[in-house]
């Protein structure tokens, strides 16, 4: 039994044997095969930006001449490779970053350009001293560049924005049936709302019952332009109002004013 069982050993080892060196064999193929495919992948990262240039960067949408120009150094600046090797994804990237930017979208057109399609942010009005707000209460902050003139201004905290956008959009409608245009519309930290008008006008709305009070001046606004030139209506009041009058403004009309809400409650 002994001598039979090691007279089998070498031809029972024999397929494995040959196993492994198929296995090593192979092993060396794919080797070579993906040493190849690396030399491949180099030769095309290498050569296609000088088979395949983009030539043309072609801006598409909307645009002011600032954000044009931006948007040519800016996707100049980060393209790497060709017309087919540029990553469109980190292009995109790279034109929404832009301020004034909203969404953007980037193709490839054969044979050598790329079109960049831009939707811009659209300011309805400034925004505290140094940004813009949208119709949907985005802020945004250009930095450098062309802002449109004859904006309105609207102040607050940012997180109020589209609070006062909305405010600032009713309040304009309601407030242009009786001539008058807003200038300036600004909620405090304390929640108290202030409007300057393009007349000069300020008016004091306070923290409660805002749209009444501005109701009340808009229905006493005739009468109040007919007697002077009112320079601030602080309508902080529960059922009436006072008014600082510019010089000349006639005293009587003033004093008969004042004392018609120095006994209301002021909020």
């Known amino acids: 039994m002994t001598e039979s069982t090691r007279g089998a050993s070498p031809a029972v080892r024999a397929p494995d044997i040959a196993l492994q060196r198929r296995s ?52 100049s600046a980060r393209l790497v490779g060709g017309l087919l090797s540029a990553d469109l994804r980190d292009l995109k990237v790279a034109a929404e970053d832009l301020a004034w930017v909203r969404a953007a979208s980037v193709q490839r057109i054969w044979p050598d350009r790329l079109r960049v399609f831009v939707e ?22 250009p930095g450098t560049g062309t802002v449109p003139a ?11 924005a589209l609070e006062v956008v909305q405010r600032y959009l009713q309040w304009r409608d309601d407030l242009m049936l009786i001539g008058h245009l807003i200038q300036t519309l600004s909620v ?22 805002i749209e009444q009070r501005l109701a009340r001046f808009i229905a006493s606004a005739t009468q109040l332009e007919a007697a002077g030139q009112p320079l601030v209506v602080d309508l902080r009041y529960s059922n009436g109002f006072a008014v600082k009058w ?6 009587g009309v003033r004093a008969v004013s004042d004392r018609s809400v120095r006994s209301e409650k002021r909020g």
């Open 150 to 160: 004859g904006l309105p201004l609207l102040e607050g905290d940012d997180q109020r």
């Open 188 to 209: 405090d930290p304390r929640g108290a709302w202030r409007v300057d008008l393009v007349t000069g006008i300020e008016l004091h709305l306070g923290t409660d019952e």
């Open 24 to 75: 090593r064999w192979l092993n060396a193929l794919g080797l070579v095969l993906l040493l190849a495919m690396a030399g491949s992948l180099w030769q095309l990262a290498h050569w296609e930006p000088r088979l395949l240039p983009v030539r043309v960067i072609e801006i598409d949408g909307e645009l002011h001449d600032h954000s044009s120009r931006l948007l040519q150094q800016t996707i």
């Open 120 to 141: 811009e942010h659209r300011p309805l009005a400034r925004w505290n001293s140094d940004g813009l707000v949208t119709l949907d209460g985005i802020v945004f902050r």
């Open 246 to 251: 510019a010089a000349g403004a006639d005293q």
